[in-house]
């Protein structure tokens, strides 16, 4: 990365001195001559000494000429645009940072800076020591930092901390080592004193310069904080105006940038005919132009009108960031101000020294975002390019992708190398949008970043700087090389409010048809059922367009299943689609034509799932549509499915290929979900049928034909995407007792016979994955045990899911290892927290993340080892080095045991022997007391009394000191063991001690107490009758 010049000292200096040349000339001179020098090579102890002392002279020469040059500076700066701009300010404010030091370092010597000079030996010691480099490197060379839309301006006070701190070290390091300087408090409080004051007085310089230069006035807005918005009040009335001012589709992006482009020339020649290309954009309708047709009489909202702002996170790439994981996008803040955020990013000079990353899922749209800004920057003060690069040449260079892009949009009309010429005192931005369609499709992109970034350093090499914006969806990245220092926004789905603001504009579009009765509109409450949708743009859209077809059913009914809001959302757009094209087929064909359309839908699906991947490549669905024996002409996959609304069609322009080359994913993978279980339960009840006409075909009478299920099941378990079994669910729940119970008794006779299968049978040439016979069977008898369970209202007998063998258990622990010994590891992690084994029946797993890195433990649950299940839990509890990942995580080792071993279920000799060993300890760890008294609440109705009574003597307490303990818990345990009133009495003692009709644990104990009269009556006695009217009434 270049070292930016303004952002050091001298350089900062150098530029506001060519405004200002007298000033910088007599700074020079009572600075020793340092700023105007060459380099670090030129400069001398003596004049290192000189520096010092002249910047903190008493008679605050420095000072006066630092603030003339920074007046000098801001005065050009309003008369500028683009790079001199960008240099003006950052310079203005290195100088403001440095005349800060200067004031508090000049503070804090005070009287004592004039007993400062320099002996005979300490001048030769400069001459010749390191304490000179150090003190010119540090104060002249050191970049300082600067706001930016990263690093607000109260963000930015943290890192001028640390530079204040490092740079009154340096200082007190060489005033401490003149002879003179023994008397002076070179410490760390001195240290702290120094950047305090220079903190004051560069916030104090800052909002000086926010009142007069308007990007100061913004970075300040970033991040506002109380005292700042305090001292802001009163300054930048138009931006502030800007600010606060209601608009729709980034209207205040453009109020606040036209404030900034007041000195801006009028466009002209080849600015002016791409600026009435890009701002073309807004007038166009919102929809993809091919969904015009959808519903007659449906019309759609402007981009200009109908854009809404997300909002969005933003980090900068370091080494803790992972910026294609969600989970970690989770954890960052949200914010509403993407307007000003931009703004403040094109506004400050980094923006030409990185680009800047925008991510977001499939339909989240980050298109749309691309064109709006391109529209939105005024075309007085930005120059800007859009470059979709599906559209571009993929393996081309950045510069010829950018020609490229222009030639498409006005007709060949604009040259680069022109309209970088007339922009030179503007600023420039070119906006890549797509990077993972390049990744995905072309198998390049990995150092696309790299190539934006010499593209922005050659440009800035001919003196024309270029600000780079690149869009991506943000599972793709880490596919790709992201620089350092990188700014990365992550665009938010929409809140509730934003979904209300869409629909608004939506209806006010189409009001005089909703009128006519020619369009439904979709209101708010209809959206809350499908909010996975709802919350994207693109599947908004979706929905509304589903809504508008009064012929549709609608959203609303809240009996729907979401798989058969799915089944409708598909099939009317299957039906629209057939519609939209024309095409003659008669209507007692019709109802085959849409099955047909959806089971390619469904081999899409598959093709990814089966793959382990959200996309598939259009070569890889064309062989599996072909393998799959469809009628589907070769080479037919992107007409068959990229014509669908709610699929993505990613492509790239490749030298040397004919065609593009395109991959395929669904705008949400709840689609993809949904087609893979409705496709495998439609292959299931083809088995299951008679009909002669249904997919399979019976080839021997002593085996089920279950080709095609194997074919599709053989790969991954279906555990690893849980949504598809919850849709399996659903769709089976809506069938017929009859129509069930077969697919039932199909699971099970596929279970007994599918160890003797030969062969792959007729679909043998459907890979897609390398083949594996070990890891086919472990998958296919997986998916089939998790819709034999999931399909039986959420439990199957063991006997049903592992017919075979001498025993049921016998057989079910021998398919649970070959799973083990099968499947990748995270497809094994996903059977083991799918499935858990409760006696001689097998339910869908709740173990999601309990039980995390012991896989070991869930293992032996699963196979119904009870006895190596406790060995296990005792061992990591015991063990003081483990990290046992639990809900009692954090307390001693005595307390894990406990807590592992009742959790467990292990109650019996295992846990009299561990309560054995804890009952040795004179002094219980009250944590330790806790925890088991609150388990042993929960568990003791369902334990043997031995166990219990034990269990109760090592918890009670020595005597009546109670340690804070909530005993309440134990009210259970007391009412229901009637013969704990003699053996232990000292219960009794314990529970009158407290008063215990308060808290969730005793309201838990009362609510659990009045479903039994009998216990009920032996827990009143407990009470006294103050306490007695908390209870609830009745049984």
């Not at 007190?172 to 220079?198: C, H, K, P, V, Y």
């Not at 970690?328 to 980094?350: C, I, Q, S």
């Amino acid at each position: 990365m270049r070292k930016e010049p303004a952002l050091t000292y001298q350089g900062a200096l150098k530029i506001l001195g060519k405004h200002e040349s007298s000033a910088v000339k007599a700074l020079d001179t009572l600075l020793g001559g340092l700023i105007l020098a060459a380099g670090p090579a030129a400069y001398l102890g003596r004049q290192a000494a000189q520096f010092l002392w002249g910047a903190v002279d008493q008679k605050n020469e420095a000072i006066g000429l630092l603030n003339r040059l920074v007046r000098a500076g801001t005065a050009r700066l309003l008369r500028t645009t683009g790079r001199e701009r960008h240099e003006l300010l950052q310079a203005a404010h290195t100088t403001i940072v440095a005349a800060a030091l200067f004031e508090a370092l000049r503070e804090e010597l005070g009287e004592r800076y004039k007993d400062l000079d320099l002996t005979r030996a300490e001048q030769v010691q400069l001459l010749t020591g390191r304490t000179t480099e150090e003190v010119v490197e540090t104060l002249c060379f050191a970049e300082v930092p600067i706001p930016s839309a990263a690093r607000g301006f109260e963000e930015n006070l943290a890192a001028l901390s640390l530079y204040y701190n490092r740079m009154a070290l340096t200082c007190q390091n060489f005033f401490g080592g003149l002879a003179a300087g023994e008397n002076l408090r070179i410490d760390l409080q001195a240290t702290f004193d120094i950047t305090a004051r220079a903190l004051r007085r560069y916030q104090s310089h800052y909002l000086q310069l926010a009142a007069e230069v308007p990007e100061f006035f913004v970075w300040a807005m970033l991040g506002e904080q109380a005292a700042t918005r305090t001292a802001l009040r009163g300054i930048g009335g138009d931006l502030r105006a800007a600010l606060d001012a209601q608009g729709e589709g980034l209207t205040r992006l453009t109020a606040l940038l036209e404030l900034l482009a007041r000195s801006a020339p009028q466009p002209g020649g080849q600015r002016e005919r791409l600026g009435r290309a890009n701002q073309a954009a807004l007038a166009k309708p919102l929809a993809p132009a091919d969904v015009l047709r959808y519903v007659e009489g449906l019309r759609f909202p402007s981009v200009g009108s109908g854009y809404v702002t997300p909002q969005y996170r933003y980090a900068v790439v370091g080494d803790d960031t992972r910026i294609d994981d969600d989970e970690w996008w989770a954890g960052r803040p949200e914010h509403e101000d993407l307007d000003a955020f931009l703004a403040a990013h094109f506004t400050a000079p980094v923006s030409s020294r990185r680009p800047l990353l925008i991510l977001g899922d499939p339909g989240a749209g980050k298109s749309m975002l691309t064109k709006v800004l391109a529209a939105r920057l005024p075309v007085d003060g930005y120059t800007v390019v859009r470059v979709p690069l599906r559209d571009v040449t993929a393996h081309d260079k950045v510069r010829g992708q950018v020609q490229e892009a222009l030639d498409d949009l006005t007709n060949g009309r604009v040259r680069w190398d022109v309209l970088a010429d007339e922009s030179h005192d503007i600023v420039r931005v070119v906006v890549f949008d797509g990077l993972d369609e390049v990744i995905q499709t072309a198998g390049t992109g990995r150092n696309y970043l790299r190539d934006v970034m010499d593209f922005q350093d050659a440009e800035d090499g001919q003196g024309a700087p270029v600000a780079a914006v690149v869009t991506s969806r943000t599972l793709v990245t880490g596919r790709t090389w992201v620089p350092p220092g990188c700014l990365v926004v992550k665009l938010s789905e929409f809140t509730d409010e934003q979904v209300a603001q869409w629909l608004t504009s939506w209806r006010r579009a189409n009001a005089d048809a909703v009128a006519a009765g020619q369009v439904r509109t979709l209101e708010v409450p209809a959206t809350h059922r499908l909010p996975e949708l709802a919350r994207q743009p693109l599947l908004l859209l979706l929905l509304a367009l589903y809504a508008a077809d009064p012929r549709s059913p609608g959203l609303g009914d809240e009996q729907l299943s979401s798989a058969e809001l799915y089944r409708r959302l598909l099939d009317n757009f299957v039906r629209r689609e057939i519609d939209q094209n024309r095409l003659d087929i008669p209507p007692d064909q019709l109802d085959r034509e849409i099955a047909d359309r959806l089971w390619h839908l469904g081999i899409a699906a598959l093709a990814m799932f089966n793959r382990g991947r959200t996309f598939v490549v259009e070569q890889e669905l064309d062989e599996d549509l072909k393998s799959l024996h469809t009628n589907v002409p070769e080479g037919g996959a992107r007409r068959v499915i990229g014509q669908f609304f709610f699929i993505h069609a990613a492509s790239a322009k490749v030298p040397g290929h004919l065609s593009r080359q395109g991959t395929f994913e669904f705008l949400h993978n709840t689609f993809c979900e949904y087609l893979v279980a409705a496709t495998v339960l439609e292959v299931l009840g083809d088995i299951a049928s008679t009909v002669p006409t249904g997919r399979a075909r019976a080839r021997a009478a002593n085996r089920l034909d279950d080709d095609l299920l194997h074919a599709l099941l053989s790969h991954y378990p279906l555990a690893v995407q849980h949504p598809i079994l919850t849709f399996a669910e659903q769709i089976a729940a809506a069938l017929d007792e009859g129509e069930r119970a077969a697919l039932l008794d199909l699971l099970t006779e596929l279970l007994a016979q599918v160890r003797d299968r030969a062969d792959a049978g007729l679909y043998a040439g459907y890979r897609p994955r390398s083949q594996d016979p070990v890891r086919e069977l472990a998958a296919y008898t997986a998916n089939l045990v998790l819709l034999r369970v999931h399909l039986d209202w959420r439990a199957a007998p063991l006997t049903a899911v592992a017919p075979g063998g001498s025993t049921a258990l016998e057989a079910w622990r021998s398919t649970v290892r070959m799973w083990r010994a099968g499947l990748d590891g995270q497809s094994w992690r996903a059977m083991l927290e799918a499935l858990r084994l409760s006696g001689d029946v097998v339910f869908p797993g709740l173990l999601h993340g309990l039980l995390m890195g012991r896989e070991d433990v869930v293992e032996a649950r699963l196979l119904g080892d009870q006895a190596l299940v406790r060995r296990l839990l005792a061992g990591y509890a015991a063990d003081p080095e483990s990290s046992y990942a639990s809900p009692w995580n954090g307390m001693d080792t005595h307390a894990e045991l406990v807590g592992t071993l009742l959790y467990g279920g292990a109650f019996g000799p295992a846990l009299l022997d561990a309560i054995g060993v804890i009952g040795l300890e004179e002094n219980l760890p009250s944590n330790t007391r806790q925890l088991a008294v609150n388990l042993l609440g929960q568990v003791a109705p369902d334990s043997p009394y031995e166990v219990v009574r034990s269990a109760v003597a090592v918890v009670l307490p020595t005597g009546l000191s109670l340690e804070k303990i909530d005993y309440s818990p134990l009210l259970v345990t007391a009412a229901m063991f009637p013969q704990l009133d003699e053996d232990l009495p000292r219960l009794f003692d314990v529970l009158g001690a407290q008063r215990w009709i308060r808290g969730w644990p005793a309201r838990t104990a009362v609510v659990t107490i009045a479903r039994n009269r009998e216990i009920r009556e032996r827990f009143l006695a407990l009470l006294d009758d103050t306490e007695r009217f908390s209870l609830p009434s009745g049984e």
